[in-house]
């Protein structure tokens, strides 16, 4: 049972009516004609007093009757085999009620797990580490990625290359495209690793039942469900013998999706104790083992035509997870700009360092990075105007409202031409183009349930990775039922409730929304029938809107939510709403463009973002506050990733020598720019919602900005992150 | 970490006492000896609590002009005290430039110039590095970005205090109280290179405690200047930092005295005596700082990773001196 409905989609100013097939069962996809009440407007997070006030229970803050305290030993060495591992004297110690030697024998990076116990307390369980005999085999190893590649390096895995295989990709002939061009470009740019810096380290309380065959772990996740399929495999237990929670969590960036090496270890000391067992990582292990974003080497060539027309993109690339892959750049040259010959070539380059993680948007803010910059290089050659550069060779109309408002915001034009002060402080202004494609996907299932109290809950099987998720789904379930924000409670972080997909990839807001709307109709039908005899008319006939239920032709007759929740039989009732696959919609792709301004003082080299305007488009935005945090959020992580963070090894001990917050250096509060975000609203008509993950395009383009800004300063590029005061006096001749 | 008991002596005489025995350390603020007691760099099985004891609190100019910091004075006291920030200029801003504002809170002045180096190897408990009693410094051959480029070996470290240098540059002592005895010493002289000892950076010996630091009067001419470049503005260490004192006749040419302390780039707060005496040798105007700041940098010794701080060092001591000397603007 369906229906076709023509709705009216795409931006204001270049609108599409596009008719689309609907399940019965499916409200209408909210629309450029949409009127609502409490979506697009701000609503404070619902939890922010929570969070603000220290009431918001986080893991770490999980505490259980009988509870120990885990704790992992790990190898100094990057590279070793165990010969024997001499756990006797720990196991002896008192207080200690679980020892375990971990599964692998070979070591292949410094800070990988080699043991674990669980004591009374973290005191005796560091105690108990120490008395842990480990007699290692060090073998040679390599941390530098130049070296790694080289034919005479230490083999990371057995006898295998350093080097895995390309990944390649290639449309049109990039050769004849740099023949054809009237201006070439070559350049080589470099990315550090950086580190996810959860504020919340990865980590978990894990607690068998006392037959041992159920198991409950709260821990820091971005996916419960995973968690619980993970832990289940591992376990050899039916996934609904897995309780997994995580009612609040401190950041995730990528780092936390399934059951990591520190809740497996939990679980299995709590198992071997017979008790719960709390295990969080100190910062050090976060730093050196729980993920990072891989390097880059990216050797670019492009080429432009009289008419600033790219004729080729050539992207030559190497870069390294560590022991761990996923380390291409590749995306952004391939989509951003439009360009007939295009060719890429990734490779991943294994050293011995802990493994990387999926890390906000992967690859892009790297490969986009390097991509701008070149842009920027091309357009000085070129003698072009960098924004109009970019204009040229991007097809995406979204992208082209985006650069005018931003320019606008920035003051584009006026501070691209002025003139360099004659001080030692110049300024730059730099622009950078960002792409996603978060769509969502089908799968999760929400509930949402009214109380006979006149309140609503709606219960998701997702996580807050910290963008507000709880906000969110409240704000379209109280639209859809035409209730207060202040009516409505969101319960998440268990996988006792419904379904829901990992919040990553974007995934969150664009996945579950359309869910719990379904649901808030489905729920609303059923409380039509309780209203339509109250109001001496048809279900059919009514509709919901400021806490009341009237008819639709008769707004007068009318009766309060709340009274209608009175007549409810029991306590509650409660209904059910799936995520649909996606209909064919306006475009799936998201564009965004973001404009930096730095300070650079050229003597001493040391660069200060003073602001950024950032255009993004994310479908229907459904709370701009919480969506400017999360564009806030992006910003800062990428300036601080063009300025700041580098997971630095040293080549002699092959060790992290930067795993604490004051070595690995985050961007601070006076580091913040002033930020001012704008949303360009498309209605893509994808689900009922319309909405689009903004988490990942947030943060593609802030790196670029600020490397382009500063080129702009120096009149020189600095081509490697993090632009540090040495680069900057390197690349003005000055070192 | 170690398990430690916190001990709070009646009086200075008992904590000196106690302090002096084996594996016992002393508590203030406590910013640095419990960060080094978390990475096992420090294992002491008593922490001796000074911040009960009222002889070590304190900020105050006395009538001679001479400025008493009690040794448990906070930074933040003594960025914000009016007559330091008056009188002492270089001082309060090297107090209010150091970490953040929490831990201006709780770091002392004992413990800003007592505080032991940041150096990553140092500070890793995986690493025997030389300070640490093992046979190697691993900057040398390693990644040494934040290391000394004047004064190193066979340790690399700088000197991690704000303080220290704003404090020589005004000639202060330290008074302190010990086993045997009082004693007074300039705090030019109250820290030491690696050669004398790689393991140490200062002269104070078990049980001693720094009660008190005396800055005299300064001239009523002089002006004075802290700066220091750092990579980020919140919470970061300098990788050089500078504090210059000029004492100059209103309208003269030339300068009566003047001293200029680089921190951040010596294994101590590194008095420049080449570019005092250059500032000596002439009319102070731009040229004049900018060879002085040349004189202090002539004998950088920078290792692989650390030239770039040498370019650094020359712009901050010299903009320190113009600002000092009222030639720029701050």
Redesign the interface.
């Known amino acids: 049972m369906s229906r076709r409905v023509t709705l009216k989609l795409g931006i204001e100013g270049d609108t599409h009516d596009v008719t689309v097939v609907i399940p019965d069962d499916e409200p209408t996809p909210w629309d450029l004609g949409a009127r609502l009440s409490i979506v697009g407007k701000p609503t404070p997070r619902v939890d922010g007093a929570l969070k603000a006030t220290g009431a918001a229970h986080y893991t770490y803050d999980i505490e259980l009757p009988g509870m120990l305290y885990g704790a992992i030993l790990r190898s100094?060495w990057p590279h070793a085999r165990i010969r024997d591992i001499d756990l006797s004297a720990a196991k002896r110690m008192a207080g200690v009620r679980a020892v375990l030697a971990l599964d692998d024998r070979e070591i292949r990076f410094?800070g990988q797990e080699v043991a674990a116990v669980a004591a009374l307390s973290t005191?005796i369980a560091?105690d108990a580490l120490s008395v842990v005999r480990v007699d290692y085999e060090t073998m040679p190893f390599v941390v530098d990625v130049d070296a790694a590649m080289t034919d005479s390096a230490p083999r990371v895995f057995g006898s295998g290359s350093n080097v895995g295989r390309a990944s390649s990709s290639s449309i049109g002939n990039v050769a004849r495209g740099l023949e054809q061009a009237a201006s070439t470009l070559e350049a080589t740019y470099t990315t550090p690793v950086q580190t996810h810096v959860s504020l919340e380290t990865h980590g978990a309380v894990a607690s068998f039942n006392s037959a041992g065959d159920e198991l409950t772990v709260w821990c820091s996740t971005q996916g419960i469900f995973s968690v619980r399929d993970d832990l289940a495999v591992y376990f050899s237990l039916p996934p609904d013998k897995v309780r997994v929670v995580c009612e609040f969590l401190g950041g995730g960036f990528g780092s936390k999706f399934g059951a990591t090496p520190e809740m497996i270890v939990a679980a299995r000391l709590a198992k071997a104790a017979g008790v719960p067992v709390k295990l969080m990582l100190p910062r050090a292990d976060e730093h050196r083992a729980t993920g990072n974003r891989p390097s880059s080497i990216q050797a670019v060539k492009l080429g432009v035509d009289g008419g600033g027309k790219l004729t080729a993109i050539d992207l030559v690339q190497h870069g390294s997870g560590g022991i761990g892959g996923g380390a291409g750049s590749a995306g952004p040259f391939k989509s951003i700009y439009r360009c007939a010959n295009i060719r890429t070539e990734e490779r991943n380059v294994y050293i011995n360092a802990g493994p990387s993680a999926p890390m906000r948007a992967p690859g892009w803010p790297q490969g986009c990075f390097a991509l701008e910059l070149a842009m920027d290089e091309m357009a000085r050659k070129a003698g072009i105007d960098r924004l109009e550069f970019r204009r040229r060779n991007s097809d995406n109309p979204v992208r082209a409202v985006e650069y005018e408002i931003g320019a606008r915001a920035f003051g584009w034009s006026e501070k691209s031409a002025s003139k360099k002060s004659t001080g030692p402080v110049k300024r730059g202004v730099g622009v950078a183009s960002a792409e996603w494609h978060a769509v969502g996907v089908s799968g999760p299932e929400a509930q949402v349930l009214a109380y006979r109290d006149g309140t609503v809950e709606v219960r998701v099987g997702t996580q807050d990775i910290g963008t507000g998720t709880r906000t969110v789904l409240a704000i379209v379930a109280a639209e859809e039922l035409g209730l207060p924000i202040d009516r409505v409670k969101s319960e998440i972080g268990d996988t006792r409730f419904l379904f829901s997909v990992p919040s990553g990839g974007s995934l969150s807001a664009p996945s579950n929304t359309p869910a719990v709307r379904q649901a808030a109709a489905h729920l609303k039908d059923k409380l039509f029938r309780i209203a339509a005899p109250m109001l001496g008319a048809e279900p059919n006939d009514l509709e919901a809107s400021n806490a009341t239920i009237r008819v639709r032709t008769n707004p007068s007759r009318a009766i309060a939510f709340a009274d209608v929740c009175k007549r409810i039989p029991g306590d509650s009732i409660s209904a059910q709403g799936e995520r649909i696959p996606n209909y064919e919609g306006f475009r799936t792709d998201q564009a965004g463009c973001q404009f930096a301004e730095v300070e650079v003082d050229t003597?001493?080299?040391?660069v200060?973002v003073t602001r950024v305007v950032a255009v993004h488009d994310a479908g229907r935005i459904i709370d701009p506050l919480t969506a400017r945090s999360q564009v806030n959020g992006g910003v800062l992580m990428g300036i601080g990733f063009a300025?700041?963070e580098d997971r630095?090894m040293?080549?002699?001990?092959g060790?992290m020598?930067?795993p604490?917050m004051?070595?690995y250096?985050l961007?601070?509060?006076?580091?913040a720019p002033q930020i001012d975000v704008t949303f360009v609203e498309v209605a893509n008509g994808l689900t009922n919602t319309g909405v689009m993950g903004l988490g990942e395009v947030a943060h593609v383009a802030s790196t670029a900005a600020v490397a382009c800004a500063v080129y702009d300063a120096l009149g020189v590029p600095v081509r490697s992150l993090p632009i540090?005061?040495?680069r900057v006096?390197?690349a003005l001749g000055?070192? | 970490m170690n398990r430690f008991e916190v001990i709070t002596p009646a009086d200075l005489a008992s904590a000196s006492r106690i302090l002096a025995e084996d594996g016992h350390a002393a508590l203030a603020g406590g910013v640095d000896v419990l960060d080094l007691a978390k990475q096992n760099i420090a294992t002491p099985n008593a922490l001796v609590n000074l911040k009960g004891l009222k002889e070590l609190g304190g900020i105050e100019v006395r009538p001679s002009g001479e400025l008493r910091l009690g040794a448990t004075a906070k930074l933040s006291e003594v960025a914000e005290h009016p007559a330091v920030r008056a009188k002492f200029t270089a001082l309060a801003e090297s107090a209010g430039e150091a970490a953040t504002p929490q831990i201006r809170n709780l770091g002392t002045v004992g413990g800003n110039i007592l505080q032991r180096p940041r150096c990553w190897y140092f500070r890793n408990p995986d690493v025997n590095c030389l300070k640490k009693g093992g046979d190697k410094c691993y900057a040398l051959g390693g990644l040494n970005r934040y290391h000394s480029i004047l004064g190193g070996g066979p340790s690399y470290i700088v000197h991690p205090s704000n303080l220290a240098p704003a404090l020589i540059a005004f000639r202060a002592s330290a008074k302190i109280v010990g086993p045997g005895g009082e004693r007074a010493l300039e705090l030019e002289k109250f820290f030491t290179l690696p050669t004398v000892d790689p393991k140490r950076e200062n002269l104070l010996k078990p049980g001693e405690i720094i009660t008190e630091v005396i800055v005299p009067a300064p001239s009523a001419n002089a002006r004075s200047v802290y700066l220091e470049a750092r990579e980020k503005q919140s919470f970061d260490w300098p990788l050089v930092s500078a504090a210059v004192v000029i004492d100059r006749t209103p309208g003269a040419k030339t300068i009566r005295d003047v001293r200029v302390v680089m921190g951040a780039v010596a294994p101590i707060p590194w008095r420049s005596l080449e570019a005092e005496t250059v500032l000596r040798s002439g009319a102070l105007d731009e040229s004049l700082a900018r060879a002085a700041a040349e004189a202090a940098l002539k004998n950088a010794q920078p290792m692989s990773d650390n030239a770039y701080k040498v370019v650094i060092a020359k712009v901050i001591v010299r903009r320190a001196i113009m600002r000092a000397a009222g030639l720029e603007a701050a």
């Open positions: 100094p410094a005191d560091s003597e001493t080299g040391i200060r300025l700041f630095r040293d080549p002699q001990i060790i020598v930067n604490t004051d070595d250096k961007l601070g509060s006076l580091d540090t005061p040495d006096l390197a000055q070192v």
